[in-house]
């Protein structure tokens, strides 16, 4: 009877249950492949980014197999309903167009490599750090703006791929990590302005002097892989004259993960030699005076009225 039953039924449908055995069994050997490899590279890699690229290389050759065993498996299966595939992934690239977008836009990011784990950037107008790239999106760790001096507020975020098609991206690492930083210091008018600005420059230099190597370094890259040319990199001290005082604004160089540091440091060491040089140099803060003529002192009962003169004494 059970014969009989099995004779009816189409070809294709005689040999369904084997095929789907053997890709039960294949998926299922690839999935322990992929979780003892997975287990190697925890246990062995102790660069974050490294274990974490080569979990993602992983993941993605296993996915990759599988899906060259279901479609080796179910080939024939698949070309006699071509048709009624077709109609379904035109609505789909319709439905989810933003999804196939940032599919698309996963291969560019992976083929011209400008974003990678660990770079800074600023899209849609959230900044932070590249901790994953997925297939249809970034996740980064937010990072806060200048306010909060570029560090990590500990909270992700996720971007759509296709973002960095449509927007303008800020990259603040591609080949330098160092961007211009300024910070502003006001002396007031009686000081010994050139002594400061003196002082500021060499304590600008102190800053960078470490960093030279790696700056140069970073901007000769960018000459060769861009239309760009850097001119000057060291310190310089810029002078003008404010409401307050007279503003002294260091522009400087700085590692982008070290600029509240930076100016942490640049501030105390500002703090300390300008006390040493006082009273020849003050800062400034913005300040008023109050000017009272004799009669608004009488008013207030500051001073006593004068006198009247005895022709105005009454008579």
């Known amino acids: 009877m059970q014969a009989r039953y099995l004779e009816q039924l189409p070809a294709w449908a005689r040999d369904l249950p084997w095929r789907v055995i053997v890709?039960?069994?294949?998926?299922?050997?690839?999935?322990v492949v992929y979780r003892?490899?997975?287990?190697?590279?925890r246990g062995h890699v102790a660069d974050a980014e490294k274990r974490h690229r080569y979990r993602k290389?992983?993941?993605?050759?296993?996915?990759?197999?599988?899906?060259?065993?279901?479609?080796?498996?179910?080939?024939?299966?698949?070309?006699?309903?071509?048709?009624?595939?077709?109609?379904?992934?035109?609505?789909?690239?319709?439905?989810?167009?933003?999804y196939l977008a940032a599919f698309l836009a996963w291969f560019?990011?992976?083929g011209q490599r400008n974003v990678t784990l660990g770079s800074r950037i600023e899209v849609s107008g959230v900044r932070g750090d590249v901790i994953d790239?997925?297939?249809?999106?970034?996740?980064?760790?937010?990072?806060?703006?200048?306010?909060?001096?570029?560090?990590?507020?500990?909270?992700?975020?996720?971007i759509p791929n296709f973002k960095i098609l449509t927007e303008a991206v800020f990259n603040f690492t591609t080949a330098s990590p160092f961007v211009w930083d300024e910070i502003e210091f006001t002396v007031t008018f009686e000081s010994d302005w050139e002594k400061a600005r003196e002082i500021l420059e060499r304590i600008g230099a102190e800053v960078f002097?470490?960093?030279?190597?790696?700056?140069?370094?970073?901007?000769?890259?960018?000459?060769?892989?861009?239309?760009?040319?850097?001119?000057?990199?060291?310190?310089?001290?810029?002078?003008?004259?404010?409401?307050n005082g007279i503003q002294l604004r260091l522009r400087y160089l700085t590692h982008?993960?070290?600029?509240?540091?930076?100016?942490?440091?640049?501030?105390?060491?500002?703090?300390?030699r300008f006390g040493e040089e006082a009273p020849r140099i003050e800062l400034a803060y913005p300040t008023s005076r109050t000017y009272r003529t004799e009669l608004d002192m009488q008013r207030f009962g500051e001073k006593p009225a004068p006198e009247p003169e005895p022709e105005d004494r009454p008579r």
């Open 209 to 243: 002097e470490p960093y030279r190597s790696e700056v140069e370094r970073g901007f000769r890259k960018l000459e060769r892989d861009y239309a760009f040319r850097y001119g000057v990199t060291t310190p310089i001290v810029y002078t003008a004259i404010g409401p």
């Open 36 to 41: 003892i490899v997975d287990r190697q590279i």
């Open 23 to 31: 890709v039960v069994v294949l998926v299922s050997l690839a999935y």
């Open 108 to 110: 560019y990011i992976v």
């Open 256 to 272: 982008v993960r070290r600029r509240r540091g930076n100016r942490d440091a640049i501030s105390r060491r500002v703090l300390r």
């Open 57 to 98: 290389r992983v993941a993605y050759t296993v996915a990759v197999a599988i899906l060259v065993i279901l479609s080796v498996v179910f080939f024939e299966r698949l070309r006699g309903i071509g048709t009624l595939l077709g109609f379904i992934g035109a609505g789909l690239a319709i439905a989810l167009r933003e």
């Open 133 to 158: 790239i997925g297939v249809f999106k970034l996740t980064l760790v937010e990072v806060r703006g200048d306010e909060s001096g570029d560090q990590s507020s500990g909270r992700l975020v996720t």
